[in-house]
C-alpha cells in the first residue's frame, strides 16, 4: 500500500524558510514521480515541483531558484526546501506519487498524481 506522510509545516515570516518532508513507503522511488503540490484557501490546488524517478526536477516558474527537491532513497523521504518565502506561498502543501511506466524516468508531471498525503499547512506572514 502506497502511503505518503508529510510534515514540516509551520509559520514562518517572510523571508523565512521551511524543509518540507514526505516519508513514503510501500514503492521505491526508482518506479515513481514524486511531486509537491498546494491548495490556497479559493484557490486551484497547483504543482510546486516534482522529483522525476532518475532524479531530475521540475520546478514551477513561480518557485524557481527559492525551492528545491531532493530525495534520500536510504529513508524514502523527499525534501522541498523552501526559501525566502512569501505571504503568497501560503497553502496546504501535498506531497504526491504516480507511476508512470509509459515515460523515460526523467520524466515527472506537475499534476494528474495518484497518490496523495494528507498535507501540511505553510503559513508565511507579512
Known amino acids: 500500500e502506497v502511503q505518503l506522510v508529510e ?6 515570516q517572510a523571508g523565512g524558510s521551511l524543509r518540507l ?3 513514503a513507503s510501500g514503492f521505491t522511488f526508482d ?9 490556497a484557501p479559493g484557490k486551484d490546488r497547483e504543482g510546486v515541483s ?10 514551477a ?11 534520500d532513497n536510504a529513508k524514502n523521504t523527499v525534501y522541498l526546501q523552501m526559501n525566502a518565502l512569501k505571504p503568497e506561498d501560503t ?21 494528474g498524481y495518484d497518490y496523495w498525503g494528507q498535507g501540511t499547512q505553510v503559513t508565511v506572514s507579512s
Do not use: H, M, N
Open 21 to 23: 518532508s514526505c516519508a
Open 61 to 71: 516558474e513561480f518557485v524557481k531558484g527559492r525551492v528545491t527537491i531532493s530525495t
Open 50 to 59: 516534482c522529483i522525476a524517478p532518475d532524479g531530475s526536477p521540475v520546478y
Open 31 to 39: 518506479d515513481y514521480a514524486i511531486g509537491w503540490l498546494r491548495q
Open 91 to 111: 497553502a496546504v502543501y501535498y506531497c504526491a506519487a504516480v507511476a508512470l511506466p509509459d515515460y523515460g524516468p526523467g520524466y515527472c508531471p506537475l499534476g
Open 7 to 12: 510534515s514540516g509545516g509551520g509559520l514562518v
